[in-house]
């Protein structure tokens, strides 16, 4: 079946989840007290809940181009424990895992206050450090790279996609829309060498950083757990701060120049200072953003090639909005 949204609602493919699951709970010797229920369907991602004696349960199974979810964060759950919100079983040829619920995430707190985004950038930069020294094992698992020397590239090969596309189609390009995109290449490849003269090393970005994809700890003492990695890249760290900073401007109404989103950018940069000086830091982080557009781009692109029609309506925008925007500024006017 084509439509994953109509597989994942149909009754053979709930019965095959629920086998794996039930294989899955008899080898912890734990039971299910009751049916699955399945709170919701897009054409990214189904999760089921699992009431059992243990707590509930959340299932999961991606859309094919972000299989490699599963195995990513079973790996960063060995690497960083306290980090991540590991899966307890994994099936990666099917994209699919099971992972204790955690409780309520960071978002339920219904907070503006700028302390509540220092403290998601910042505890994530904890995490991308200790994930730097393992490119290599996350590249295995299935995390794809984005290496910044190669961004341009990319960016350039897909146009031959959007332009050889009908006219009619949701990510078709016209020739000058893609001769704009070309245009703009070349500040990717200044972007890239901004960054190279700044030693950060390359590190996981989770390319969707937000309140809802981290749980709220048990204690002050304790980090955040992210989960929900299936858009991220092995890539330029700085650029997980795109999200948050859109999100932020969104959430204040404001611009980017505003001195709580500032104050947000010098938390997660704290992280970092014993690798170069605060100042040299911050010159990073525009750089990094540019490349953080090539990455949001490149997320939506390896979703839509599994898209249903009307998903390809509804989510192509996105991708030609990241395409077509790339090097606009995000911090700078």
């Given at each position: ?9 149909s ?11 039930d294989?899955v ?5 734990v039971t299910?007290?009751?049916?699955t ?21 959340w ?7 972000q299989?490699?979810e599963a ?7 060995e690497?960083?424990?306290d980090h ?5 079983a994994?099936?990666?040829s099917?994209?699919?895992m ?8 960071l978002d ?24 730097a020294?393992?490119g290599e ?17 990319f ?9 050889g596309?009908?006219a ?34 390359l590190s ?15 204690t002050?003492?304790?980090?955040l ?14 650029s997980a701060l ?5 999100q932020?401007?969104?959430q204040?109404?404001?611009t ?15 992280r ?6 605060l ?12 490349l953080a ?9 390896r979703?839509?090639v599994?898209?249903?029609d009307?998903s ?5 925008p ?6 077509t ?8 006017a």
């Amino acid at each position: 079946m084509n439509n994953l949204r109509e597989a994942w609602a149909s009754p053979a493919w709930r019965r095959e989840a629920e086998q794996w699951i039930d294989l899955v709970l008899d080898s912890f010797g734990v039971t299910r007290t009751g049916p699955t229920d399945q709170p919701r369907i897009r054409f990214w991602s189904t999760q089921l809940t699992v009431p059992t004696d243990h707590g509930t349960l959340w299932f999961k199974e991606n859309n094919p181009g972000q299989f490699a979810e599963a195995s990513i964060l079973s790996l960063l759950g060995e690497l960083a424990p306290d980090h991540v919100a590991a899966p307890l079983a994994i099936e990666p040829s099917r994209g699919w895992m099971l992972t204790a619920d955690h409780g309520a995430t960071l978002d339920g707190l219904g907070s503006d206050d700028p302390a509540v985004w220092a403290r998601i950038t910042a505890d994530f930069a904890d995490l991308q450090r200790i994930a730097a020294p393992h490119g290599e094992r996350l590249a295995e698992a299935g995390l794809v790279t984005m290496n910044p020397e190669v961004a341009a590239n990319f960016v350039e090969n897909q146009l031959l996609l959007h332009t050889g596309l009908p006219a009619g189609h949701p990510l078709y390009l016209s020739a000058e829309e893609a001769d704009d995109v070309v245009r703009r290449l070349p500040a990717v490849h200044r972007a890239v060498d901004a960054l190279r003269a700044v030693p950060v090393p390359l590190s996981l970005d989770h390319n969707d950083l937000h309140a809802r994809n981290c749980f709220l700890p048990g204690t002050d003492a304790e980090p955040l757990r992210f989960f929900d990695f299936a858009d991220a890249y092995w890539a330029h760290p700085f650029s997980a701060l795109l999200v948050p900073i859109t999100q932020m401007r969104e959430q204040w109404n404001t611009t980017a120049e505003d001195p709580r989103i500032r104050s947000v950018v010098t938390a997660y940069l704290e992280r970092w200072t014993d690798l170069a000086p605060l100042p040299e830091l911050r010159a990073a982080v525009e750089p990094a953003l540019t490349l953080a557009g090539v990455h949001r781009y490149g997320s939506w692109l390896r979703l839509l090639v599994y898209a249903d029609d009307d998903s390809m309506r509804a989510y192509a925008p996105a991708a030609r909005h990241y395409l077509t925007t790339l090097t606009d500024p995000v911090l700078t006017a």
